[in-house]
């Protein structure tokens, strides 16, 4: 049996967090920060939380939007996305700024449904990006960009503060910015 089983039965629900949701994003965030520390050197505050200093701008700026993410009405994740020149084009595109499936969801294809269902809300240009060294999520973008793209993308490889990501850019939809 394959490390991933597909639960195409699984109900998978994006929902638009607003200020009501920050404790619950903060918390999750936690984890997804924690799950970075592995590869990328970061350090606890004081008080044993990383914290994350651009929540209150993704519940307040009309250019970022944060999703909750359910499946079969339990939580299971988050997306946070931002409009924004890209890299790889320098115009305003859609930007994947952060997303994150619990490890108890993990390998079951929820992130590929939910990261379509992310691409489909907002058609045109999208670009994401990831740290050369985050293996598991790297796998995870080839497998779903090209999916959702119908074919391969290759991606672009950029240094940025002695730091090397790939960069993803594809279209969403037939809207052509
Ligand atoms: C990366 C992440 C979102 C993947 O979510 P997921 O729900 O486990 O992914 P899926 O089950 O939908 O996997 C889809 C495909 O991605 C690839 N993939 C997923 N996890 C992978 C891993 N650990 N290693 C290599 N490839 C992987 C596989 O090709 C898989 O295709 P398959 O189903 O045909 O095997 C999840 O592991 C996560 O939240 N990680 C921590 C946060 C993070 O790194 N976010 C991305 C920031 S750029």
Avoid: C
């Avoid at 638009?16 to 924690?34: D, F, T």
């Avoid at 779903?144 to 993803?168: H, N, Q, Y």
Wanted: proline share 5%.
């Amino acid at each position: 049996m394959s490390a991933t089983s597909e639960e195409p039965s699984a109900k998978i629900e994006l929902l638009p967090a607003s200020r009501e949701h920050v404790s619950i994003l903060a918390n999750l965030l936690e984890r997804y920060v924690h799950d970075f520390s592995e590869f990328f050197r970061l350090e606890l505050g004081a008080d044993g939380r990383f914290g994350y200093q651009h929540l209150p701008l993704y519940l307040s700026e009309p250019n970022r939007y944060s999703f909750l993410v359910k499946v079969d009405g339990k939580l299971a994740g988050f997306a946070f996305v931002k409009r924004a020149p890209g890299i790889v084009h320098a115009r305003e595109l859609w930007d994947m700024a952060e997303f994150f499936i619990v490890r108890a969801y993990r390998k079951r294809g929820i992130g590929r449904r939910v990261a379509d269902a992310v691409w489909e809300r907002f058609p045109g240009l999208w670009e994401v990006r990831v740290m050369e060294s985050n293996r598991a999520a790297r796998g995870f973008w080839m497998k779903a960009v090209a999916d959702f793209s119908g074919g391969p993308v290759e991606p672009v490889t950029i240094e940025k503060d002695g730091m090397r990501w790939l960069v993803f850019a594809f279209e969403s939809g037939a809207v052509f910015e």
